[in-house]
């Protein structure tokens, strides 16, 4: 089991986090001693929920509404962050959705919101965030959210195949970047985790789908929370650029 305060003293942002990955992330942070910061798009009363859940596990939480696709309300985030708790240690870029459909059916404004939030958000945080990571003697360590859709691609998904592949990109080059001055960029590829996302999906796909996961099972949120938390954590501070596909084998 690993140490239940072994984030004590420090700051994490989790973009996307009021509900499914994102929230399972944000919590496992808290329970780990970390405070706590993460975006919401709409829900207010959701965002109020879990700030109300990490609090109660001791730490410090700070919800702020924010488009993670608008650059200038990324950046004003980060420096809320920064003002708040002193110091960012940990962003783990989340926020995602998915316009799936063939791409002859697929709309011009499919394309581009898909494409904004899964990796501008991603390029727009790690940008602000970094202004702070990179001036701590300690560095930091961001973790970016990408899937298996990225890695293989999938019929129905160009967009979001085409933002979680930029996704790949990104960490590789960033992580080239920022590595000299003890910041790390790692990302998970994720496969079929049970969410309500994927809890809506059609019956026969499901089934389709569980029949190509060597594991035979989809994920839980809690155990890619768990996976996120060792990434970021110190035991792994000589891992970087990676991409790690927790997917079940789906993808072997």
């Known amino acids: 089991m690993p140490d239940q305060k072994q984030f004590s003293g420090r700051t994490a942002i989790v973009t996307g986090a009021t509900r499914g990955i994102g929230r399972a992330i944000a919590i496992e942070l808290a329970r780990r001693g970390a405070d706590v910061a993460f975006n919401y798009a709409k829900s207010a009363e959701a965002a109020e929920s879990l ?38 240690d940990f962003l783990v870029n989340n926020a995602g959705i998915t316009r799936d459909n063939l791409i002859l059916r697929m709309k011009e404004s499919d394309w581009d919101e898909v494409m904004d939030t899964n990796l501008k958000g991603a390029w727009n945080f790690a940008k602000a965030a970094l202004r702070t990571m990179l001036r701590q003697e300690h ?35 960033l992580a080239k970047e920022v590595a000299s001055r003890k910041v790390t960029v790692n990302a998970l590829a994720l496969g079929m ?56 084998g789906l993808a072997i």
């Not at 999938?154 to 085409?162: E, L, V």
């Not at 996961?213 to 996976?227: K, M, N, S, T």
């Open 51 to 88: 700030s109300k859940e990490i609090e109660a596990l001791g730490v410090r939480a700070l919800a702020t509404q924010c488009d993670v696709a608008n650059t200038e309300a990324a950046a004003g985030t980060v420096k809320q962050v920064k003002e708040t708790f002193g110091r960012i």
């Open 139 to 173: 560095g930091g360590s961001i973790l970016n959210i990408s899937s298996i859709s990225g890695e293989v691609g999938m019929p129905g998904q160009s967009n979001y195949s085409a933002s979680k592949a930029g996704m790949v990109g990104l960490t590789k080059a």
């Open 193 to 248: 985790v049970a969410t309500d996302m994927s809890g809506g999906l059609d019956e026969t796909y499901r089934a389709k789908i569980m029949e190509q996961i060597p594991l035979g099972r989809f994920a839980e949120a809690d155990e890619i929370a768990r996976i996120a938390c060792f990434i970021l954590s110190d035991d792994a501070r000589y891992i970087t650029g990676q991409v790690i596909q927790v997917d079940g």
